[in-house]
């Protein structure tokens, strides 16, 4: 795949400023589940919401995704109801999901060359935080168990009351902008999906798309993505330019 532009000055033109960096988990930090579905997560909360609340309403019904189902259980609560339904699916629902991302991430594989360019944007002074849809426990887990865990200042992920503030919503991007003290123009999100994106957007910040696939990369282009790259090795070199410039950030 070809980066979004081969131009190397237009992302060093980007980090120059840059003063935090706030990664999405699952994509750029590490491959959470190994391509595997998240069907069967689905299928379990299905069940646990039927215990409670019986027929399930279609779109709850039909839906195969770990990430998905908790949004359409909390569609379906807030319809309105004779009697009104008990909120005891949703929490669930979250244990649920959150029990799975658990269990993946000691299966789960690095993203190539992360480690690499997490030192390198130290070495450049910018602070670095988690912003993710996955629970935010198992993203502890995970920076413990590959020795990150310091190089992160903070995890802010899914908000295990409410699901509507997953990304897109820029909930975790406000909350990690909140603990960093930083202006929105000074932080730079690092991203696989459009729902990233949308939530950088929302949130003032700028935004580095991270992906090998060429379509989803341009329709991110097309979507005022700051950046795409399909490789860490592409970040890696223009951190090892600002470096070899002596450029650092200054964290106020």
């Known amino acids: 795949m070809t980066d979004a532009t081969a131009d190397e000055d237009a992302l060093v033109r980007l980090l120059g400023p840059t003063r935090a960096v706030l990664f999405d ?9 190994g391509g595997a579905s998240t069907r069967d997560v689905a299928e379990e909360v299905k069940r646990a919401a ?10 709850v019904s039909a839906c195969t995704d770990s990430h998905g189902i908790l949004l359409k259980l909390r569609d379906m609560y807030d319809r309105p109801s004779r009697p009104p339904r008990c909120r005891r ?4 629902a979250e244990g649920i999901v959150a029990q ?8 789960a594989t690095p993203a190539p060359y992360v480690e690499e360019v997490v030192d390198a944007l130290l070495g450049l002074g910018m602070r670095l935080v988690m912003v993710s849809n996955n629970a935010e426990e198992p993203i502890r887990t995970y920076l413990e168990a590959h020795g990150l865990d310091a190089k992160f200042e903070g995890v802010f992920g899914r908000d295990p009351d409410d699901a509507r503030r997953m990304k897109p919503d820029p909930d975790c991007i406000k909350r990690a902008r909140q603990h960093l003290g930083l202006p929105a123009a000074s932080c730079l999100m690092v991203g696989d999906q459009l ?4 939530a950088a957007r929302s949130a003032g910040t700028c935004f580095l798309g991270y992906t090998e696939d060429e379509g989803r990369a341009e329709e991110m282009r097309r979507s005022g993505a700051d950046f795409v790259v399909s490789s860490h090795l592409t970040v890696l070199a223009g951190t090892r330019r600002l470096l070899g410039t002596g450029a650092s950030c200054r964290v106020m």
């Open 25 to 33: 988990f699952d994509g750029p930090v590490c491959d959470l589940f």
């Open 50 to 59: 039927q215990r409670h609340w019986g027929t399930l309403d279609p779109d």
């Open 89 to 92: 699916p949703l929490d669930l």
């Open 100 to 107: 799975q991302e658990a269990g993946a991430v000691g299966r």
């Open 195 to 198: 729902t990233d994106l949308k």
